[in-house]
């Protein structure tokens, strides 16, 4: 199967907002690359054929001012090489005793003794975690766990949603580390169907529950000690009160895709809807994330 890379050059100094227009405004299948020696930039993505490339080129070109936009190349790419074009960008990576690996890896990687791997095949649109909000996530998730098993607390009875899950990578991490209830959702029926595809690859069928549904559908009725939501800050203010009634006591609230700038709006939209709660933050070049502790006593 053939498939279309479409690329466009953009200034090296536009690189930021660009990649910060395209996480806020949901755009998928496009990827920034620089070369920092050369000193360029590009936007590429990979479609189906060239008309959906074309067609996507036009959605996110509104949205760029024509001062960043350059030189574009449309070309066919046989399946050999887009299947090996993503693998330049993704290395194998660590947070604690959780590896997260590309799957090619899989007959060479040796982690420690103890320690877990994530196998993972980016393909053309899985989160490989490199993002700065993704890591944001899981090392919340991995100090959370580190906490709990140094106070000699078991992961039986935990529960840990990842809202809005994506490639399902936060939900197959909690599984990795132990978690027996981890669960997953995500508005995108494709996002469910790859992150199935994922539990496939480590061996975690049927030990985390994928399904399609939103902030208020998702979260009906479920008490998590872990709920993690890397979404953006609008939706995460929007959707306050939902994600705090999904919290059980003594659990946090692990909330990223929040611009740096963002951060103190995020901060006081949520301590007016729980002023009593636990609450902290941290900083990853231009992205940050809000956790919130339920205190233990039902509130």
Request: glycine share 8%; proline share 3%.
């Amino acid at each position: 199967m053939d498939l279309f890379e479409l690329k466009v050059e953009i200034p090296v100094s536009a690189v930021e907002a660009v990649d910060t227009l395209m996480l806020e405004s949901g755009v998928e299948g496009w990827t920034l690359l620089e070369d920092a020696i050369a000193k360029r930039a590009w936007v590429v993505g990979i479609f189906a054929n060239e008309a959906e490339a074309r067609a996507r080129w036009q959605e996110l070109q509104a949205d760029l001012p024509a001062a960043q936009i350059g030189a574009e190349s449309l070309r066919a790419l046989a399946e050999a090489e887009w299947r090996d074009s993503y693998k330049a960008h993704f290395k194998a990576w660590q947070f604690g005793r959780l590896h997260w690996v590309p799957i090619w890896e899989k007959d060479t990687y040796r982690a420690p003794a103890g320690d877990e791997v994530l196998w993972l095949d980016p393909g053309l649109a899985f989160g490989t975690g490199n993002h700065e909000t993704t890591r944001l996530c899981v090392e919340r998730l991995v100090e959370f766990d580190r906490a709990r098993e140094g106070a000699g607390k078991n992961r039986v009875a935990v529960t840990v949603i990842d809202a809005g899950c994506g490639s399902g990578i936060l939900a197959l991490s909690a599984a990795k580390l132990g978690y027996k209830n981890a669960v997953g959702f995500d508005n995108d029926p494709e996002a469910v169907r790859v992150s199935e595809e994922n539990a496939a690859l480590n061996g975690l069928v049927g030990k985390v529950e994928f399904f399609t549904g939103d902030l208020v559908t998702g979260l009906q009725r479920r008490a998590a000690e872990v709920l993690m939501a890397n979404i953006l800050a609008d939706v995460l203010i929007r959707y306050a009160r939902e994600l705090v009634s999904a919290v059980a006591p003594g659990g946090v609230l692990i909330l990223s895709g929040i611009l740096a700038a963002e951060n103190e709006q995020v901060r006081a939209a949520f301590a007016a809807v729980k002023p009593d709660w636990g609450m902290d933050h941290r900083t990853m070049g231009e992205w940050s994330d809000v956790v919130l502790t339920r205190p233990s006593a039902a509130n």
